[in-house]
């Protein structure tokens, strides 16, 4: 199957550039040290802020130095939706810093300019609507800032999956194309307490440097959640990726909920040649639960790539709400180390993004993956497996006063720790 069109609309090389100052004090807009940010609107979409560098260029010349937006996603119903029509974006420049006080913004608006997008053609071949200075004032007799950006589309097709129901359920996983859906992979979720029968036979030996083990008091109470797998399977019947937790979520000491300093991981495993037996691992998922700007708790996690036997490199995170949820991303343009994925592929952009449910709600994970980094269908296998690593991870990561679903308990029993 075809994967379905998406579109990427790039916003980057932003700078500001204020006029000098012709008398001490007054109205108007004069150079500043306090930092500067802008706010990007793009109707149907949530507001982007991005920090603004002062330059001190001459002329039309370039800035000095700039930075980035994270940008926006347009899916092939969006794309349908605005095409033939005009679509504006609309950028606005405050100078302060971000954020609230009291109620109200703390920056100053210093002014405001739209650019206007002709989506029509970015299906089928990169697009560019701006590129250099923007003035942000209509008044000529007054001293005007001006706002360098570029912004560019690019076609960016993916391949959609969505899971048939929770992924503890083993549900089917069906590839998304239009109104079509076909089966792709199957899963088959187990929930046993001896690591040794929820690994691949001798993986633990040879992969040390990749797991780590607690305990102590923690462990002797038993008040820990380990032993799950999920195993992904073409549908000849072969497996083709698998999520293994190897490091059991617990509370913290005197605590109800994982905590940072005590993550649970799941390693994340493709096959290593033609017998199933034999793993290797590709990535390590690290989840918890910490306070933050997204109801006050949320869940972390963190994605570490392989680099080396015993080390790796944290290459993506996010930060789901506990009641909605969120996306899971995977982009190399925004990636903390972008060269430390270690994909086939060696395309930058976009990899992969998993959206699940929040807590309490029935979850059929929706996996996004960028057509580059798919040359076959075992390889989007095991983003299929990362992000039921991710749904399961928010169940895991529940306060352990909570009763788990009979789904998710060893041998569909209660917890002995609810």
């Given at each position: 199957?075809?994967p379905?069109?998406?579109?990427?609309?790039?916003?980057?090389?932003?700078?500001?550039?204020?006029?000098?100052?012709?008398?001490?004090?007054?109205?108007?807009v004069?150079?500043?040290?306090?930092?500067?940010f802008?706010?990007?609107?793009?109707?149907?979409?949530?507001?982007?802020t991005?920090?603004?560098?002062?330059?001190?260029?001459?002329?039309?010349?370039?800035?000095?130095?700039?930075?980035?937006?994270?940008?926006f996603?347009?899916?092939a119903?969006?794309?349908?939706?605005?095409?033939?029509?005009?679509?504006?974006?609309?950028?606005?420049?405050?100078?302060?810093?971000?954020?609230?006080?009291?109620?109200?913004?703390?920056?100053?608006?210093?002014?405001?300019?739209?650019?206007?997008?002709?989506?029509?053609?970015?299906?089928a071949?990169?697009?560019?609507?701006?590129?250099?200075?923007?003035?942000?004032?209509?008044?000529?007799?007054?001293?005007?800032?001006?706002?360098?950006?570029?912004?560019?589309?690019?076609?960016?097709?993916?391949?959609?999956?969505?899971?048939g129901?929770?992924?503890?359920?083993?549900p089917?996983?069906?590839?998304?194309?239009?109104?079509?859906?076909?089966?792709?992979?199957?899963?088959?979720?187990?929930?046993?307490?001896?690591?040794?029968?929820?690994?691949?036979?001798?993986?633990s030996?040879?992969?040390?440097?990749?797991?780590?083990?607690?305990?102590?008091?923690?462990?002797?109470q038993g008040?820990?959640?380990?032993?799950?797998?999920?195993?992904?399977?073409?549908?000849?019947?072969?497996?083709?990726a698998?999520?293994?937790?190897?490091?059991?979520?617990?509370p913290?000491?005197?605590?109800?909920?994982?905590?940072?300093?005590?993550?649970?991981?799941?390693?994340i495993?493709?096959?290593?040649?033609?017998?199933?037996?034999?793993?290797?691992?590709?990535?390590?998922?690290?989840?918890?639960?910490?306070?933050?700007?997204?109801?006050?708790?949320?869940?972390?996690?963190?994605?570490?790539?392989?680099?080396?036997?015993?080390n790796?490199?944290?290459?993506?995170?996010?930060?789901?709400s506990?009641?909605?949820?969120?996306?899971?991303?995977?982009d190399?343009?925004v990636?903390?180390?972008?060269s430390?994925?270690?994909?086939?592929?060696?395309?930058k952009?976009?990899?992969?993004?998993?959206?699940?449910?929040?807590?309490?709600?029935?979850s059929?994970?929706?996996?996004?993956?960028?057509?580059?980094?798919?040359?076959?269908?075992?390889?989007?296998?095991?983003?299929?497996?990362?992000s039921?690593?991710?749904?399961?991870?928010?169940?895991?990561?529940?306060?352990?006063?909570?009763?788990?679903?009979?789904?998710?308990?060893?041998?569909?029993?209660?917890?002995?720790?609810?």
């Amino acid at each position: 199957m075809d994967p379905c069109p998406f579109v990427r609309l790039i916003v980057e090389s932003l700078a500001l550039k204020l006029p000098q100052a012709t008398k001490p004090a007054g109205s108007g807009v004069y150079p500043t040290t306090t930092p500067c940010f802008c706010k990007l609107r793009l109707k149907n979409f949530p507001s982007q802020t991005a920090l603004l560098p002062l330059s001190s260029s001459s002329g039309d010349s370039p800035p000095e130095s700039s930075t980035s937006a994270a940008g926006f996603h347009l899916d092939a119903l969006t794309l349908r939706r605005l095409s033939g029509k005009p679509v504006t974006l609309r950028i606005e420049v405050y100078t302060g810093r971000m954020g609230h006080t009291c109620g109200v913004s703390s920056g100053k608006l210093v002014g405001r300019v739209q650019v206007t997008l002709d989506l029509g053609v970015s299906q089928a071949t990169p697009s560019v609507f701006q590129n250099g200075w923007m003035k942000l004032g209509n008044e000529p007799e007054k001293p005007t800032a001006k706002l360098h950006l570029t912004v560019k589309s690019e076609p960016d097709p993916r391949f959609v999956f969505q899971f048939g129901g929770e992924p503890e359920c083993s549900p089917v996983v069906f590839q998304i194309q239009g109104n079509i859906r076909q089966p792709v992979f199957s899963c088959k979720f187990s929930a046993d307490r001896s690591r040794s029968r929820s690994l691949p036979p001798d993986f633990s030996n040879k992969n040390r440097g990749w797991m780590r083990t607690f305990s102590g008091e923690k462990e002797r109470q038993g008040r820990e959640r380990k032993g799950w797998m999920i195993m992904i399977h073409d549908l000849s019947g072969s497996p083709v990726a698998a999520a293994s937790m190897i490091t059991p979520f617990v509370p913290s000491p005197g605590s109800d909920r994982v905590s940072r300093s005590n993550p649970g991981a799941w390693l994340i495993l493709r096959p290593n040649g033609f017998s199933v037996s034999s793993w290797k691992p590709w990535g390590r998922l690290e989840a918890w639960r910490e306070r933050g700007p997204i109801d006050g708790l949320g869940y972390k996690f963190e994605l570490v790539t392989e680099n080396g036997p015993n080390n790796g490199i944290p290459i993506a995170e996010a930060t789901m709400s506990i009641k909605k949820g969120g996306q899971f991303c995977i982009d190399r343009r925004v990636s903390r180390d972008p060269s430390a994925l270690s994909l086939r592929s060696p395309v930058k952009g976009f990899v992969m993004g998993a959206t699940v449910e929040g807590e309490g709600k029935v979850s059929k994970p929706v996996v996004q993956v960028g057509m580059q980094h798919v040359t076959c269908m075992a390889d989007a296998a095991l983003f299929i497996a990362l992000s039921a690593a991710i749904d399961l991870s928010m169940d895991a990561c529940q306060l352990f006063s909570r009763k788990l679903r009979k789904e998710l308990c060893h041998d569909h029993e209660h917890d002995s720790f609810s």
